[in-house]
């Protein structure tokens, strides 16, 4: 059999490939590049529309990603980071929209306000000293605050008809915040892909086998499984963003970064509703505060979503535990993901997150009833019959061996590459796809250090992203003039 050779494998039909692919062609035109995808389509994973919250990750109003620190006061360096992030990923899709590789913004990002809420005397002062240390960066100088009972019956009517009036109540918001259709986005990239030279999509194929020859280049067999045909790829490059199946196949490279990850696998469920009369009173995500014991992807939240057109109200996510890494995936997953390497850091994150443990446990044996009270929380007069249960994705948390040799539990997402940077993984959950321009420019840096640092390179990647190579944290001139032109060009303004 012969072996077709590629410069570019990408491993995953997902936003992350998809976003490489789209960088990498046009850094460099001329580069072989395949994308392998186990399923019959793309995108139709952690990255299809109804697998996630399809929030536009940027702080403006996720709670867990501003703590309370140990004198009372409020962290906002992560938000900062998430913003900035984000700010990136608005400039790629502005790039591609205005040069047509991408269909009109609407079909994959829609302008929906960003709104937190809390309830009691602890939540509003939490909520409003978070305001007041956001609000002061650049970043978040857009950001409003509010306690008064009239403007919370404008931003969000739903949320606050007929609470308690007694009950005290605060909110902030952010206008140009985003609803984002990650599956459309991504299926429309990969399409564009397709009309590209030196690009091809081979689907229902999973890869079977991984491993690197002496001349540094990756071997990869690959598995029509509908015509059991076998292909074997050799790559020069292989990118692995295959979501929760991204582990398993880095544990498969045997590269020495590999070594002591982990994976820690979490199910979701939705809250949705879908009448037209429900569904037009909101337009905006809620989110809170997250229980006790719980991981960012269940911080609650009731949210418009614009998911293949079709406009709906979803509220949770609810977590479960699973043994799969995929939604799609195997029940023993978890089990085969077990090595020498990682055993011990995941029987010490097993003992140490007994909070978390509890919590999981709590919401598997959840009811809908039980679920609809929760929903009652951010929507007092919602009624059982209008609500129905979703299954969301998959998402895979990291497992990192600490210092002492034990276990970590990481939740955000993390680039493990290897020395020479021939591969490359994404690991983790939130807040995922929201930086996958960014995350992928990581990885180009890391295993393109060189080309990457050419004048070509270097210019081809400023028209892509224009404020690349300087900090949005820290120039707010740059920041205002990257904004105005990604919310105008996507219509969020």
Known sequence: MAVRQADVVLVGGGVMSATLGMMLRQLDPSLGIVMVERLDHVAHESTDGWNNAGTGHAG????????????????IERALKINASFEVSL?????????????????????????SFVWGEDGVKFLKRRYEKLSAHHLFREMEYTESPRDLEEWMPLVVRNRDPMQRVAATRVRHGSD????SLTRSMVKFLETTPNFELMLSSPVHYLAKRDNGRWKVRVKNQKTG??????????????????????QKSNIDESKGY???????????????????QHHSKVYGKAPIGAPPM??????????????????????????????????????????????????????????????????????????????RNYFPDAREEDWRLQEAGQRVQIIKKSKDGGGKLEFGTEIVAAKDGSLAALLGASPGASTAAHAMIDVIERCFPERIRSPEWQERM?????????????????LNSVRERTLSTLKLA
Request: hydrophobic share 40%.
């Open 91 to 115: 400039q790629f899709w502005s790039h591609l929209v205005e040069q047509g590789m991408l269909p009109e913004p609407k079909s994959f990002i829609n302008r929906t306000p960003h709104q």
């Open 298 to 375: 269940s911080v609650p939240h009731l949210d418009t979503r614009i998911i293949n057109g079709e406009p709906a109200l979803l509220f949770g996510p609810f977590a479960g535990f699973t043994t799969r890494f995929l939604k799609q995936g195997s029940v023993f997953d978890l089990i085969g993901s077990v090595s020498p390497t990682n055993l011990r850091p995941m029987l010490s994150v097993s003992r140490t997150n007994m909070d978390l443990t509890r919590y999981l446990i709590g919401e598997v044996f959840q009811s809908h009833s039980d679920r609809v009270a929760s929903l």
């Open 262 to 280: 982990g994976g820690f696998p979490v199910s979701g469920q939705w809250l949705v509703c879908q009448k037209p009369e429900i569904v037009e």
């Open 180 to 183: 984002v259709d990650f599956g």
């Open 462 to 478: 400023k028209v892509m992203v224009p404020s690349y190579g300087q900090s949005l944290v820290d120039d707010e001139q740059l």
């Open 60 to 75: 403006y109003c996720e709670l867990n990603y501003t703590p309370e620190t140990g004198d009372g006061d409020v962290s």
């Open 229 to 250: 045909e076998l292909t074997k790829l050799e790559a020069g490059f292989v990118f692995l963003g295959a979501g929760g199946g991204a582990l398993p196949m880095l």
